[in-house]
């Protein structure tokens, strides 16, 4: 049974940082090319960041030089660190599967509020 369980987000002022966090089970975790999702009020789902198995990264043009992605293929867990944030970035995030792979269930996802 496939489960994804994100956490770690929050409240944060503009320029504030937050580590959001994303236990992966029921799939192939270290073969799997996984992602950092985002989903703002009124908007469509989004990917915003994503890791090869092998640990190469990809960004949005809106994540570069603020997110980092990581994961730790022995606990089946992929990071999202979020720095410079900004009022923009709010939305819940999900963790999933890349598309390539074709989506997994989908967590609850994470609310990250970035506000003063």
């Known amino acids: 049974q496939v489960q994804l369980v994100e956490s770690g987000g929050g409240l944060v002022q503009p320029g504030g940082s937050l580590r959001l966090s994303c236990a992966a089970s029921?799939?192939?975790?270290?073969?799997?090319?996984m992602g950092w999702y985002r989903q703002a009020p009124g908007k469509e789902r989004e990917l915003v960041a994503d890791?090869?198995?092998?640990?190469?990264?990809v960004y949005a043009d809106s994540a570069k030089g603020r997110f980092t992605i990581s994961r730790d293929n022995a606990k089946n867990m992929v990071y999202l660190q979020m720095n410079s944030l900004k009022p923009e970035d709010t939305a819940v995030y999900y963790c999933?599967?890349?598309?390539?792979?074709?989506?997994?269930?989908w967590g609850q996802g994470t609310q990250v509020t970035v506000s003063s």
């Open positions: 999933n599967r890349h598309p390539h792979h074709g989506y997994a269930k």
């Open positions: 029921g799939i192939a975790f270290s073969i799997t090319r």
């Open positions: 890791i090869f198995s092998g640990g190469i990264t």
